[in-house]
C-alpha cells in the first residue's frame, strides 16, 4: 500500500510530512514524499523517497527565482508542478495527503481526482480553517468592507477572494488534464472533512456543524541527535541561555545584522548568554565575547529543554517544541498563522507575542521580562505536560482506517 505525501512549504510544512511518514511506515505502510528540494536531507535516515515539487523554497521567498515576481504567475506554475509531481507517485497509490501552499494544495487533489485516489487535507494550524468561532487573518491585497464584522461574512469574503485570486487558474488547469471545473476553490482545496495537526491544548478546534475536522495532535517525528560538541561545550560553560532563532524566515525591516545587534544586545540587557540559530535570517556574532554563540541546524527536541527561553518566528512546528520542551516562548510573528500562535501563547501564560515582525533591543527586552518571569517558567512547565506526542501515529492510524472503509465500501 503507497501514501503519498504531499507539501510546498518552508520545514515547518514539510517536518510533520515526516513525522506522519515515520507513522505510516511503522504501519506497514509505502511512502513517498513530494516537496521542494530544499529538504531533502529531512528524509535522510527513514527510508522515504523524495519527489522534488518545485523551485527551492528558499530562492522562491528570497526572490531568487528568475522572472517569477508576481502571485498569478508563480501560482499558475505552482499547480501544474504539484500536478504533475503527484502524478506519477500517486498512480495506484491508496491515498494523498496534502498540505503547504494552496496552488500546490490544489494541484496535489487535482492529481488524486484524476487517479482516483483518497485526499486528505491537512491544516497545521486552526487559523486557516473556517470556523464561525474566530475571523480569517486577511491575505496581502484582500480589501474587507468597512463595517462587516461577523466572522461567517469574513470567512464567505475569504472563499471569494480566493475565488478571485486563484479560481481562473485552477480552472485552466483543471480543463487542460479534463477535469471539471469547480466552484469553490476553497472549499475544494480543504474538503469538508479536513485533518487539523495541532495539539488541542495550544490550538484547540471549537466545533462547527460546516465542517467537520479531525484534530489529530500535531505531527512529531522524533529526533534522537546528540547536540554537536562545541555545543555542549557552550551550554556546560554557565547559565542556560536564551535561544533565539527564525527557522525559515528572512527577517523584515532591518539587515542580519541589525537584527542579530537587537537580539543580542536585549538578552545580555536580561542578564542571559544567547543562543543564536542563524537560520534565513542569516543571525551572526556582533563581537567576540564568549557569552553568545551561533548554532546551524541543529536537534530543538533535546536543546530547548536546555534553554532559559525561546525566541522564535511563531511557526507552529517550533511553538510545539518549544511548548513541549517547557520553554517560555516570545513570539515575533511574521506572516501566516504566526500571530494565531503569538496569541495562543500569550494566552496560555506560557510566553508572550512581540509588537510588530521587527524586534529592537528595547522591544525585545520588554517580551524577554515576561517570558523570563519565574510565573512564566512554572506556567510553561504545567502546559508541557499536557502536549501530545501521539498525533503522527494517530493520523496514521486514522488514514488507514479511511483507507480500509473505502476498500470494504468498493
Aim: net charge negative; with cysteine; glycine share 10%.
Amino acid at each position: 500500500m503507497r501514501i503519498v505525501l504531499v507539501t510546498y512549504g518552508s520545514r515547518g510544512d514539510v517536518g510533520p510530512m515526516t513525522g506522519l511518514a515515520v507513522g505510516l511506515k511503522a504501519l506497514g505502510a509505502e511512502v513517498r514524499v513530494c516537496a521542494p528540494p530544499d529538504f531533502a536531507q529531512l528524509l535522510d535516515g527513514i527510508d522515504v523517497p523524495l519527489t522534488p515539487l518545485g523551485w527551492p523554497i528558499r530562492a522562491l521567498a528570497t526572490g531568487a527565482v528568475p522572472g517569477k515576481t508576481s502571485l498569478s504567475d508563480i501560482a499558475a506554475d505552482l499547480t501544474a508542478m504539484a500536478y504533475e509531481a503527484v502524478a506519477g507517485p500517486a498512480e495506484g497509490c491508496a491515498a494523498v495527503v496534502a498540505t503547504g501552499s494552496f496552488p500546490a494544495v490544489a494541484g496535489a487533489r487535482a492529481a488524486a481526482e484524476k487517479l482516483g485516489a483518497p485526499y486528505v487535507f491537512t491544516s497545521f494550524s486552526p487559523s486557516y480553517l473556517p470556523t464561525p468561532h474566530r475571523p480569517p487573518r486577511p491575505w496581502p491585497g484582500q480589501e474587507v468592507p468597512a463595517g462587516v464584522t461577523d466572522n461567517r461574512a469574513l470567512w464567505d469574503l475569504d472563499a471569494e477572494h480566493k475565488n478571485a485570486l486563484f479560481g481562473e487558474m485552477i480552472n485552466a488547469h483543471r480543463a487542460s488534464i479534463g477535469l471539471p471545473p469547480v466552484d469553490g476553490v476553497r472549499d475544494y482545496a480543504f474538503t469538508d472533512r479536513p485533518f487539523l495537526a495541532a495539539d488541542p491544548v495550544l490550538g484547540p478546534w471549537q466545533e462547527t456543524p460546516d465542517l467537520d475536522v479531525v484534530q489529530t495532535g500535531v505531527w512529531i517525528r522524533p529526533d534522537e541527535r546528540p547536540l554537536p560538541a562545541d555545543l555542549e561545550a557552550f551550554l556546560a560553560a554557565g547559565a542556560e541561555p536564551v535561544y533565539v532563532g527564525f527557522g525559515s524566515m528572512p527577517m523584515r525591516g532591518a539587515s542580519a545584522r541589525e537584527i542579530s545587534q537587537a537580539v543580542i544586545e536585549a538578552v545580555r540587557t536580561r542578564g542571559h548568554r544567547v543562543l543564536l540559530g542563524s537560520g534565513w535570517a542569516d543571525l551572526t556574532l556582533i563581537d567576540d565575547r564568549d557569552d553568545c554563540f551561533v548554532v546551524g541546524e541543529v536537534n530543538h527536541q533535546e536543546l530547548f529543554g536546555r534553554v532559559a527561553a525561546v525566541v522564535h518566528h511563531g511557526g507552529a512546528g517550533t511553538t510545539a517544541t518549544a511548548a513541549r520542551a517547557g520553554a517560555p516562548q516570545v513570539i515575533v510573528p511574521q506572516v501566516a498563522d504566526q500571530p494565531y500562535w503569538a496569541s495562543r501563547v500569550t494566552e496560555l501564560g506560557i510566553g508572550t507575542g512581540h509588537d510588530g515582525p521587527t524586534p529592537t533591543a528595547e522591544s525585545l527586552s520588554v517580551a524577554l521580562k515576561i517570558a523570563l518571569a519565574p510565573e512564566t517558567g512554572a506556567r510553561a512547565a504545567v502546559v508541557a505536560q499536557t502536549v501530545r506526542i501521539d498525533g503522527a501515529e494517530v493520523a496514521a492510524n486514522l488514514v488507514l482506517d479511511m483507507i480500509g472503509r473505502i476498500g470494504s465500501a468498493g
